[in-house]
Structure formats: C-alpha cells, structure tokens
C-alpha cells in the first residue's frame, strides 16, 4: 500500500507492494488493420521486470502459512529465470536463501541476474528427459530432499501459482477494462497465468475466449486438440518460457477456447517489431503471443466491438545478446524475412 504520510512522504514499505497493477496499453501500428481493440498487459512494469513476481510472492507467502518454511530457511525452484527473479525478491526481504536449477537454454542474462539477486545457481542440460536425474526438475527435487528447512515451491504443480492470477492479473484486467474484454490470450508455460486469469474472466462473463499460445516443438497443441501425449511431436525451440514436454498441474486446458502455436522465427520477429513500431521492449514470448493473437484475430473475424487483452511476460533486457543481435538471429537462420 503507498503510504502518503502527514510529512508528505509517499513510499511503499518495501518493494514487493510494487508488484501488480501493471499498465494496458493499445498496440496501433501492428494491429491497424483490425477493427476492434487489442491492448497489451505489460508485465515488465513489475520490479523484477516479469509476471512471475506475482507468483514467487504468492508461493512464499502461502508456504508461510502453512508452515511448509521456517525463518531462515531455503527455497528451492527450478526454474528459466523470471520466477527465480520473483522467488528471489521475495526472499531477499523475508530472509530466506534460494537455490534455483535452470537449463542451458537460459539466456546467460538471466543467470546472472538470479546470482545478483545473491541466489545459487545450478545450470543443467536442456535436451534430457524430465525425469533424467540430471534434469532441472529432478535436480530441484533432489536437492529440496537433501537439504533441511528447504522448501521445494515447484512452480508447475502448485496451486498457488494459479491462485497468484486468480487474485490480482485477472482482477486487474477485468476492472481495467470495465469488463468489456471479449478475448483473453496468454503463453502457456507453466500454465498459471492462462488458468488463473481465464478462470476469473469466465466467472465474470462465460462468454469471455481464451487464446493460448504455444511453440513449435511443444506437445501443449496436439495435446489440447486430440488429448494425445505425442513425444515424436517434440522438437528443440527457442523461445523461453513457453511450450513444455509435460503437462503441468497448473494447465487447465477446460479454461482454454483456442491454441495457437508460433514459430521461433515468427515469435522473434514480432519481437523486435513491437520494439519498433510500437516502442515496446519487450521479450521472446511476448513476440509468439502478439504473432498468435493477431493471428487468431484476423482468422476469426474480430470485430469492431472486440475487446483483445494480451499478456506480455517479460522484459527485453535479457534478450540483448539473442533476439536482438543481428549475428545471433542471422546464425539461426531468422533475418531473412526482413
Ligand atoms: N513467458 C515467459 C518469459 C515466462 O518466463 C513464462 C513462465 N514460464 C511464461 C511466458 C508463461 O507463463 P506461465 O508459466 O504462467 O504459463
């Protein structure tokens, strides 16, 4: 809560009450061949620059009471970065240490980040079996049972993520758009902002769409579509934080209407568009989730009185050295359409 006191002092009591209430801004030039309104969710405006503050507070704060963490303690994740960020925040004020696991997929950025945020980091292989002990998600477990007072949030099946959206990003929007919001599209990593928010939307009006995003080489679409598990669909990708290999507790596919899944190329040249022509620096996933919306939009005559809310996750500061560097997009063969 900002506190305006009799001094005229304005602050908040830390930085974790800055986290939420981030700005929806039309998209013009991108989007002006449509007739109605597509606004984006810019989630950067949070302080650790991504969405998933709301979730690393939210699980702390749930684990707290229920007694899952005592005073001092450790939190373990595994995780791409941006919930480690929010995981970090949230413990560097509560006073817990963090170990996080992540993939060498992970933008080095990030990495470092997380170990500025004074977190250990552990780096594991990306293309091995979730259940490959070397994995990220079997290494988190590992660890969480071997070290004592260790709490183990696992981001993929735990409620509280889901509940994170439920309480404030689908609040937010609703009243944000005076409940005039038609669709409703989000990447689905973990699932918990696509759920959460699409649950609440629905209970306020049932007519709400909700438009998922996915990448190629993620089982999410085929899995949706024909409720078959299909390994020889999974490919390597790029983009982060969207897209699995598994189906996580927190994806509820009966809250999704559509999914759309974007390549790494179209996603990264969305991406760098919106930096251009709409002045909006912004990462990977927002790129596949605006390519997918405008898709799904002009495929599915959206109307004048449409009302379009698109999440974008995260900063473009941690793509600098990828999706914004001519070599790097040039050596994985992306530039070619420009
Ligand atoms: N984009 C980015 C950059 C992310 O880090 C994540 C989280 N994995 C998502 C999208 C997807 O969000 P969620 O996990 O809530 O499905």
Redesign the pocket.
């Known amino acids: 809560m900002l506190k305006n006191d009799p001094h005229f002092l304005m602050y908040y009591n830390s930085i974790l009450e800055t986290i939420g209430d981030t700005p929806l801004i039309r998209l013009n030039t991108l989007a002006d061949d449509l007739e109605g309104t597509i606004l984006v969710k810019v989630e950067y405006f949070n302080p650790g620059q991504?969405?998933?503050d709301r979730i690393g507070l939210k699980m702390i704060e749930d684990a707290e009471e229920k007694g899952l963490i005592e005073p001092g303690g450790t939190i373990i994740e595994g995780t791409?970065g941006?919930?480690g960020m929010g995981l970090a925040l949230a413990a560097a004020i509560k006073g817990y240490d963090c170990i996080f696991t992540t993939t060498d997929k992970q933008s080095k950025s990030k990495i470092d980040i997380l170990r500025a945020m004074g977190a250990e980091v552990r780096v594991c292989p990306t293309n091995v079996e979730p259940d490959d002990p070397r994995s990220y998600y079997s290494v988190a477990k590992r660890l969480s049972e071997e070290i004592p007072n260790s709490y183990y949030p696992n981001q993929y099946d735990n409620p509280s993520n889901t509940q994170a959206h439920y309480e404030t990003t689908g609040p937010e929007i609703w009243d944000q758009t005076g409940g005039a919001i038609t669709h409703y599209v989000a990447?689905?990593?973990?699932?918990?902002?696509?759920s959460g928010v699409s649950r609440y939307l629905k209970e306020q009006n049932e007519k709400t769409q909700t438009i998922g995003v996915d990448s190629d080489g993620s089982v999410y679409k085929k899995y949706f579509e024909t409720g078959e598990f299909d390994k020889e669909e999974i490919h390597p990708y790029l983009t982060?934080?969207?897209g699995e290999d598994i189906i996580p507790g927190n994806m509820d596919f009966d809250l999704v209407d559509k999914v759309m899944q974007v390549s790494d190329k179209d996603a990264f040249l969305m991406t760098r568009a919106l930096a251009e022509k709409e002045g909006l620096f912004v990462?990977g996933?927002c790129g596949a989730a605006v390519y997918g919306a405008l898709e799904y939009a002009r495929d599915n005559d959206f109307g004048k009185d449409d009302l379009m809310v698109i999440i974008l996750?995260?900063s473009g500061a941690r793509y600098v050295s990828k999706i914004f560097n001519d070599e790097w997009m040039s050596e994985h063969g992306f530039l070619d359409a420009e």
């Open positions: 991504s969405v998933k791409s941006n919930t990447g689905m990593g973990t699932g918990g902002t696509i982060e934080g969207i990462g996933s996750p995260d």
